[in-house]
């Protein structure tokens, strides 16, 4: 066997900290008093069954949905109290984002979806295509750039989707089931090369996931059930 | 599964004589395989002499006495300890996990506790796993294939228990 992963330095200040958040939709509670820190270079998996509230814990984190209340800020900013243009810029600038069936622009081609993001934040064409083709050529699809994603398969779809993330050189990538939708082989590789690219960076990964496997990947993980988090040290307020 | 521990949690319930304790361990545990009565006898006295039990009554009726056994305080903290420490995760899960969840719903202890420590064992090993074939070759990615998809499915099994503790927790009290 191995010896222990290279995890990330707990003495580090946390990129994201929640504390106490609280979530209901109508008569639902989704998340019931959650705190967690996620630190710089840290691959975090959020486990939990359907229903638990472990998306809408992402959700919140990442900024698209507003807690009800508790406190949760993005280094030093409030995202409790930010206006939802600065939610969106920072969502933009310091967050990338993988979900289950990549969510490609259809009508662009896969180096237009990869450079997208930074076409957005205002890069020139050239510049934001030379960068987009530099992560295809990492995540090994360049030879998709040109097809739509209509036309290429679901695991190199999920791979332009991460290089699509990662495109921004995102302080957080938050990942939602980024394997739900693919075999084994292409789940695992996927998983493999988007552990890798984070590895040589600082980025952190907020990884929601049920599937163990896919946990395996990440440096530890919370489980929510109910709206709360559980440790191995019990139940955790 | 650890015979002595399981019979020294349930005599935590309360003092029992050598053969409602055999009783009350086929009707919970040994549905497949019940206990003789020898194997009993054998770890009470055992149990006996490491200051676990101690001896609560005698009985002396037409027949051989009969003693009904108490657990000691250090029995308890023995208990306790057992089922807080994780199992070491395995290919394939024994009937330790499940005995474990049985005796902290029937000994009134968190019995979801017991899953998440399991849980957390088995990931870490998981993560070990997944490392090394990350890094190894194709055989060796293949073997380690094999461990992480039995230690998937315990920790499935664990999900799905977790879910259900309330009504396990109805039939085993009942």
Known sequence: MTGEAPRPSTGQAPLLSARDLRKTYGPTTALDGVSLDVRPGEIVAVMGPSGSGKSTLMHCLAGIVRPDSGELRYRDRDLITASDAERSALRRSEFGFVFQFGQLVPELTCLENVALPLRMEGVRRKEAERRAAHWLDRLDVSDVAGQRPGQVSGGQGQRVAVARALVTDPAVVFADEPTGALDSLNGELVMRLLTECVEQSETAVVLVTHEPSVAAYSHREVVVRDGRIRTSAGLSR | ?174
């Not at chain 2, 474990?100 to 506790?113: E, F, H, P, S, Y």
């Open chain 2, 1 to 174: 599964m650890s015979v002595s521990h399981t019979l020294l949690a349930l005599l935590e319930r309360g003092p029992r004589h050598g053969y409602d304790l055999k009783q009350e361990f086929d009707a919970q545990f040994g549905q497949d395989r019940p206990l003789h009565y020898g194997q009993v006898y054998a770890t009470l006295a055992r149990l006996l002499k490491n200051g676990l039990v101690e001896v609560d009554a005698v009985e002396h009726g037409g027949g051989p006495e009969r003693k009904r056994y108490a657990i000691t305080a250090a029995g308890v903290s023995d208990v306790e300890g057992w089922l807080s420490r994780p199992e070491r995760p395995d290919l394939y899960l024994n009937s330790t996990l499940y005995t474990k969840v049985v005796l902290a719903l029937l000994t009134g202890r968190d019995a979801a506790t017991i899953l998440d420590v399991q849980r957390a064992a088995h990931l870490d090993l998981m993560r070990e796993l997944t490392r090394r074939k990350t890094r190894g070759d194709l055989a060796d990615a293949l073997i380690c294939d094999h461990a992480i998809f039995h230690l998937e499915a315990d920790l499935r099994w664990l999900e799905l228990t977790g879910s259900r503790l309330d009504r396990l927790a109805d039939e085993v009290r009942r």
